[in-house]
């Protein structure tokens, strides 16, 4: 099982920073995602690992071994693109072949790591096939499979999935979990999709201009942001008026609730709640302090959007089957809901 340490990662391209002071550790069998917009530089910390480009300063590690100086070639990584990158003129069989026979594996040994790769990837009906008659699905598994077959030290993803259609992103994305845990290969995913970063990691890193702004599990990254670039990019988040009381917490709508830090005396800053941490009541016009704008039907969930005090826009996440009374121009009450003990404030 391999440690991956990269400390302190400073890299320009000419005056533009790309990186600064990033660090990451990634636990051995761990899949960490590297998750951000796009110049965020998730995609340069990606390539500095892997060798295709050089950090101006700073250090990595594998298993306590120095690697900034060791060739592509020779850090025994797998790395899965974009794009594929298959052989078309290799069958599925013979492209996960390709790197065991570079690497002098015997016959007997390569024939058993192919159909176990097969196996686990359910590819074996394409087997024989060239990757023109594979679909896009069928492509990216292929390679993940080739990546895989070597035992790398470290498996890398470059936006794997983003090719692909939304069914197809949603089963891969499964597969590649399930893959990755079955071989138990340490593994930096990037990615700009939330919801496929979120699905699939141990842990996710948010970065923003060049800085890891925050590094935990799903849960925790989307329940307790550390700050509100991070609460604004994961998920959605309403900002809510809100007031500190003497003894530091805040007041949000109806709520009491511990702030991200304390509040001075009668402060007002904003609240983020969630939209499923939204409760919305039927009232009547006297008690209202909201009116119903609009509604999205998502399936189990409709997403109600509102207008609090005539000012702030507020959504709300509902059980369908709890918001079918509420239609556009109602007086509504909106609160917050009971258990819910924390806010960040922006």
């Known amino acids: 099982m391999t440690l991956v ?7 320009y391209f000419g005056e533009s920073r790309a990186l600064t002071d990033f660090s990451l550790t990634v636990n051995s069998g761990e899949l960490v995602c590297l998750l951000g917009p796009s110049g965020c530089g998730k995609t340069t910390a990606l390539r500095i690992l892997a060798g295709f480009e050089r950090a101006d300063a700073g250090t990595i590690e594998v298993d306590s071994e120095s690697i900034g100086s060791v060739p592509v070639e020779k850090r025994n990584f797998g790395m899965v693109f974009q794009d594929y990158s298959l052989f078309p003129n290799m069958t599925a069989r013979q492209n996960i072949e390709f790197g065991l026979k570079s690497r002098k594996v015997s016959a007997t040994q390569r024939r058993t790591t192919i159909d176990r790769m097969l196996h686990i990837t359910d590819l ?13 699905g069928q492509k ?5 499979a080739r990546a895989i077959a070597t035992s790398p030290r470290v498996l ?10 939304a069914k ?14 079955e071989v138990g290969v340490t593994t930096v995913f990037v990615t700009h999709d939330q919801q496929e970063a979120l699905a699939i990691a141990d842990r996710v890193g948010v970065m923003s201009n060049g800085q890891l702004e925050q590094i935990a599990t799903p849960r925790e990254l989307y329940q307790n942001p550390q700050n509100s670039f991070v609460a604004k990019f994961i998920g959605t988040i309403n900002r809510i008026p809100a007031t500190s009381r003497t003894d530091g917490l805040w007041n949000v709508l109806d709520a009491i609730l511990t702030g991200s830090r304390a509040g001075t005396e009668l402060e007002h800053a904003d609240g983020g709640i969630r939209p499923e941490d939204i409760t919305v009541s039927a009232t009547h016009q006297e008690s209202a302090n909201a009116i119903i704008e609009d509604s999205s039907f998502l399936g189990p969930i409709t997403r109600v959007k509102l207008t609090l005090n005539g000012v702030t826009t507020v959504y709300a996440d509902l059980l369908s089957i709890n918001a079918t009374p509420f239609i556009p121009g109602q007086p509504v009450f909106v609160g917050v809901r009971s258990d819910l003990e924390n806010t960040i404030i922006f």
């Open 168 to 181: 197809v992103r949603e089963s891969l994305r499964e597969e590649i979990r399930h893959l990755q845990r």
């Open 140 to 144: 990216q598994r292929v390679a993940l």
């Open 5 to 11: 340490e990269m400390r302190n990662i400073r890299k």
């Open 124 to 136: 074996g009906d394409q087997a024989d096939k060239f990757p023109h008659q594979m679909s896009g």
């Open 156 to 165: 890398l993803l470059d936006e794997p999935l983003s090719a692909l259609d």
